[in-house]
């Protein structure tokens, strides 16, 4: 691996990991308080803000990724190189998983308060949802699920590719992280119910990792109806579709006056 190479590598890793510390840490403390430290809307809140965090802190090296679903679409449609797909997608995977393991020693005696140290994925003592995404009892795998994490990873990707296009309106450089927040902020708010908008596999399948290793067992695993594989392969679908849309609808015919800026989350 090139330096330079490492050094991108790094700079996804602490991203993603800034990303899913506070993300998972908001949502241990709504569950583990009961609801009385924090609700839905605070989640969504932390979650995008946790989002401006990541991207704040490596987005001069990389552009802030944090994302392998972005990574793919970017490769796809932006050129960029797909030798460095898989080492930035093993990054954030890596970052996610270290974070997941900050917050569960962090909050590990309020944890073990709350389900007596017996861990459970799901049920009135499940606490695997503070780590994973896992669907509601009525949701289907599939379709449900798999279009449940297209639209909002299209959503995502389009959007993005919007507001960093700089022959479009782009947002001024140092505001794109508040941006791309306010815009995660935004996807659950209105897409967040039905299986808590994963929309980044390096976000559920490093802290699913990790609980699995953590006590939660391969429960993580057939939850849901094996769930497990939804938010790794849908979001990589839908960051693709979303970039198509995007290109086709408004890119393509914009005046090729600048040539596309990529920074992303």
């Not at 449609?77 to 917050?103: E, N, T």
């Not at 017996?118 to 995404?133: C, E, F, K, M, N």
């Not at 669907?135 to 960093?164: K, N």
């Amino acid at each position: 691996m090139s330096r330079e190479l490492l050094r991108e590598v790094l700079a996804e890793f602490l991203g993603t990991f800034v990303l899913i510390v506070f993300g998972v840490g908001v949502v241990a403390q709504v569950v583990l308080s009961k609801g009385t430290a924090g609700s839905f809307l605070s989640i969504n809140i932390a979650w995008g803000l946790a989002v401006t965090m990541g991207c704040y802190v490596c987005a001069g090296v990389t552009g802030a990724h944090l994302n392998p679903a972005v990574t793919i679409a970017l490769a796809v449609h932006r050129r960029f190189p797909w030798k460095k797909v898989a080492p930035y997608s093993i990054a954030q995977i890596a970052g996610a998983f270290v974070a997941s393991a900050v917050v569960f020693a962090t909050y590990h005696e309020a944890l073990t308060a709350f389900d007596g140290g017996v861990r459970q994925v799901l049920g009135p003592q499940g606490t695997g949802g503070i780590w994973a995404t896992y669907p509601r009892p009525f949701l289907s795998t599939f379709p449900g699920g798999f279009i449940d994490q297209i639209v909002g990873t299209a959503l995502l990707v389009g959007v993005i590719l919007g507001i960093t296009d700089e022959r479009n309106a782009p947002a001024p450089t140092g505001l794109v992280p508040v941006v791309v927040g306010l815009l995660v902020l935004l996807i659950g708010a209105t897409y967040g119910f039905n299986s808590g908008y994963a929309i980044n596999p390096a976000r559920d399948f490093g802290p699913r990792l990790f609980t699995a290793i953590a006590g939660w067992g391969g429960e993580v695993f057939r939850a849901g109806n094996r769930w497990w594989w939804v938010p790794i392969i849908a979001p990589c679908v839908g960051g693709v579709i979303g970039g198509w849309v995007y290109d086709v609808f408004v890119g393509r015919r914009l005046t090729p006056q600048v040539k596309t800026k990529v920074s992303s989350v």
